[in-house]
């Protein structure tokens, strides 16, 4: 070991070059003194050889550190495993994810509508009330938006705010479904009108279910697609099946509504009995004077006449 500062010494202290650089100064410095500082330089040269060391304990505690995260970041992919009697089954279901017999014989009991529902369930299909369908003159547009104008609580629904004031004055109210009718899910419209337009809708349906009564199309209806629409949604929508007139359209003031479909509550009866009793209420309607009517492509739209 002694040997390796020694070496050490001699090439970082250049011992000889010192020694020589003392004499030419003409400081007198025998061998002997000069040895005497060998122990200092020594240990500036043990301390520059440990300077240079790595640090091991610095090494290790990065390494245990990514250890640990590590571990860490497995334990958090690794999925979760739970022993089998921690798994939730529906006691009425095998392993093969099957209803057992004696649990369908309980859901049956328990709710024998559905089983029958689900049983001889399918599809119904509805009847369509257009222009290819129902035969009936068209009144002219200009003619609807002179009747939308004059009826008494008329005034033209610009925005929701409006809508809802409409209601608080009374001059709007919300419509539901009645007998012979029912309003559709609505997207474009809000389910208000005009309360001289409700009755119509009300008078209207119940002339529809009297049609019906007592024959296999019992308990079919119409179906309202559109009633009150502000502005905003006329603007949002662009209808183009109207005549090209630039002016509001007769749903912005809740005077008008549309019957798209009628829905029959099964297969026993064909279209065919819902369609006339349709085209007798509309046609009846009209011949007195009660009602505007365009037949449209996808619906038929309905005025009330002051």
């Known amino acids: 070991m002694i040997f390796y ?25 025998s061998l002997h003194q000069s040895l005497l500082f060998l122990p200092s330089r020594l240990h500036l040269a043990v301390m520059e050889t440990k300077r240079r060391r790595y640090r091991w304990d610095r090494i290790a505690g990065a390494g245990i550190t990514l250890a640990t995260a590590l571990v860490l ?14 798994e939730l089954a529906h006691p009425g279901i095998d392993e093969l994810g099957e209803l ?15 089983a029958v529902r689900s049983e001889n369930m399918e599809e119904v299909l509805p009847c369509s009330c257009n222009k290819r369908v129902l035969k009936l003159p068209k009144n002219p547009y200009t003619a609807h938006q002179q009747a939308a ?18 209601k608080k004055r009374g001059k709007l109210v919300s419509v539901t479904d009645g007998r012979g009718y029912h309003i559709a899910p609505l997207s474009h419209s809000y389910a208000v009108l005009l309360p001289e337009v409700a009755s119509l809708l009300e008078d209207m349906g119940q002339a529809f279910a009297d049609q019906l009564e007592g024959t296999p199309s019992a308990g079919t209806t119409f179906r309202v697609t559109s009633l009150t629409r502000t502005a905003r949604q006329q603007d949002r929508l662009g209808r183009r099946n109207y005549n090209a007139i630039q002016e509001a359209s007769t749903h912005s ?20 009995a819902p369609t006339r009793a349709i085209q007798r209420v509309l046609s009846s309607f009209q011949k007195s004077g009660r009602i505007l009517v365009i037949p449209e492509r996808n619906c038929m739209h309905i005025t009330l006449r002051p």
Not at 7 to 13: A, D, G
Not at 17 to 25: S, T
Not at 73 to 86: D, G, M, N, S
Request: hydrophobic content about 40%.
């Open 5 to 29: 500062f020694i070496l050490k010494l001699r090439q970082k202290v250049a011992f000889t070059g010192w020694f020589e650089r003392f004499q030419n100064r003409g400081v007198g410095i």
């Open 73 to 86: 970041f497995v334990a958090w992919i690794t999925p979760e495993t739970r022993p089998a009697a921690y």
């Open 253 to 272: 003031y809740g005077a008008s509504f549309d019957i798209a479909y009628t829905d029959r509550p099964g297969n026993e009866a064909d279209c065919s």
């Open 100 to 114: 057992s017999e004696s649990a369908a014989a309980e859901i049956a009991e328990a709710h024998p509508v559905a």
């Open 149 to 166: 104008r004059n009826l008494p609580s008329s005034f033209f629904v610009k925005d929701k705010s409006e809508m809802d004031a409409g």
